[in-house]
């Protein structure tokens, strides 16, 4: 049972990962709303009908990523300062100025910072709401919650695009400003239980309060202070901060040098190729894309995209450790090129037909389904599983900061490339996602080396061993062999340590 205490602060948690999943979606729909385009586009034949060009929809898309750039790199400055509890309150109220500012319906420019204003909140609530959820969390909780946090994302374009489609009818701007505004909602409630809930007990324990961080724990895990779940909680954190303390401060130039440069930039390329997948335009123009294909009900094939993409995430939690993360790219890639050749082609032999814009549906249905069971959940593991412990936040920093700097290009440059007064590519740009998807699926075989099932300790020697990717598999079940054990048995570890630093030596010696 969960007291009050973890309702509100999980609520409060899980509001903040929404307000990640409803910005993926809530502009999508946004620029398709006709009185929007009066507002912000242009016109060609004298006000009959307007557009937005690929200028503005560039603009109003992409610059959001200059605040998440912002937000993500101030992050761990603001909580060392203010806390993880502070950074939500910091969290809600950017969001809220920016949300705000874009509902107001103002002028193009202030629409601009409002997206920026919106951009900061994103780039910290993306860096502080999993750090509260993991330092909140007990060992047996956690990946319950991790993987909790990951379907709430889903859920919040899932809402972002049902509130697009049931406003897409009303008279005026509410069929836009609706949409825009419901996110004040969800940064309110942010707001609210960041009043309420506990600092994270780390963040207590790191600032010489440990009777507060006890507190925090009984709260967090609805215990009483005294109980020993607290108190083996707390020694946890004061070793964990003791050895933090006793390897000093970490220098980000590390991530660069020995084997940590082969781990960042496989994380650091992983962000990269998830854009070059494409999933960016599903998501971030599918409707405005839709209804320039002469697609009927653009805003619901988006809705069912968004239900698609959180459906077929939940199986990606047992496929991810059951075949592996290099099994999971190579099908999930094959899968999304395949769809998107065929969509291609049949549009080739016959554009703007009925079966051209159902068969465009379909691949994008099957491409959305591919990707959420495969390249998202890997793609988000493989930026941040590949690094040491003592580099994991500063390399996953790298990694995040240079996502959202290729969310941005990949964003800008789309709309020249698919608007009929630019590039004029439209569906025929499924021919370039099966370019890119190939290039991403290389880059996958020769470079994501197979870490599912091994320990930080394993992964550590595999870099330092340099093992090429292609063969990380055939190493990893060799360990397992030579040790003669499971290698998911938490009595193996030693054995398996042991054995593995034998092996090591022989290679040397080889």
Not at 29 to 36: K, T, Y
Not at 105 to 116: H, K, L, T
Not at 348 to 364: D, E, K, T
Request: one cysteine or more; a positive charge.
């Amino acid at each position: 049972m969960f007291s009050i205490w973890q309702v509100i602060i999980y609520g409060m948690v899980f509001s903040s990962a929404m307000l990640i999943g409803y910005d993926s979606g809530y502009l999508n729909g946004v620029l398709g709303s006709s009185e929007f385009q009066h507002r912000y586009g242009v016109s060609a034949d004298g006000g009959q009908t307007w557009y937005l060009t690929p200028r503005t929809r560039s603009l109003f898309s992409s610059l959001l990523v200059v605040g998440a750039v912002v937000g993500a790199l101030a992050a761990s400055v603001l909580t060392n300062r203010v806390g993880r509890k502070g950074s939500f309150l910091v969290v809600a109220i950017f969001y809220a100025v920016g949300v705000a500012v874009q509902a107001a319906g103002s002028a193009y420019a202030a629409f601009i910072m409002g997206r920026v204003f919106t951009g900061v909140g994103l780039g910290l609530v993306s860096v502080v709401t999993p750090g509260y959820l993991v330092e909140a969390s007990s060992g047996k909780s956690r990946g319950r919650m991790i993987a909790t946090y990951q379907q709430v994302l889903t859920l919040g374009n899932i809402m972002a695009c049902a509130f697009s489609l049931g406003t897409s009818n009303l008279p005026g701007a509410n069929n836009w400003r609706i949409t825009v505004a419901l996110q004040l909602v969800l940064a309110l409630i942010v707001f609210i239980g960041a009043l309420v809930a506990p600092e994270s007990p780390v963040m207590l324990m790191h600032w010489g309060k440990p009777e507060q961080a006890a507190k925090s724990i009984s709260l967090l895990r609805n215990q009483t202070a005294e109980s020993e779940e607290v108190g083996v909680a707390m020694r946890e954190i004061r070793e964990w901060l003791d050895e933090q303390a006793s390897v000093g401060k970490v220098n980000i130039v590390e991530c660069f040098e020995g084997t940590n440069l082969r781990r960042t930039l496989i994380g650091s390329a992983m962000g990269l190729m998830q854009m070059l997948t494409g999933i960016n335009f599903w998501f971030g123009y599918g409707t405005t894309f839709f209804q320039a294909a002469g697609i009927k009900n653009a805003y619901l094939v988006s809705l069912i995209l968004a239900l698609v993409n959180s459906v077929f995430t939940v199986p990606s939690i047992y496929l991810i450790e059951k075949i592996g993360r290099r099994a999971c790219l190579f099908i999930g890639g094959c899968i999304m090129c395949l769809f998107q050749l065929v969509t291609g082609i049949v549009h080739s032999c016959i554009p703007h037909s009925i079966a051209s814009n159902n068969m465009l549906i379909a691949g994008a249905v099957f491409f959305i389904a591919a990707y959420a069971g495969t390249w998202g959940p890997v793609g988000w593991t493989t930026m941040t599983e590949p690094y040491s412990a003592r580099l994991r936040t500063p390399s996953t920093s790298v990694a995040l900061v240079i996502y959202w700097v290729i969310t941005w290009a990949v964003g800008f440059a789309v709309p020249y490339m698919v608007d009929s007064t630019a590039g004029d590519l439209g569906v025929n740009v499924a021919y370039v996602w099966v370019g890119t998807i190939a290039f991403a699926l290389m880059w996958a075989f020769f470079c994501v080396p197979e870490l599912a099932g091994l320990s930080t300790r394993e992964v550590d020697m595999l870099f330092e061993q340099k093992i090429p990717a292609w063969r990380s598999k055939k190493w990893s079940k060799q360990l397992r062999t030579l040790n003669g054990v499971d290698a998911t048995s938490d009595n193996s570890e030693k054995s398996v340590q042991s054995e593995a630093l034998s092996q090591k030596q022989r290679c040397k010696q080889g």
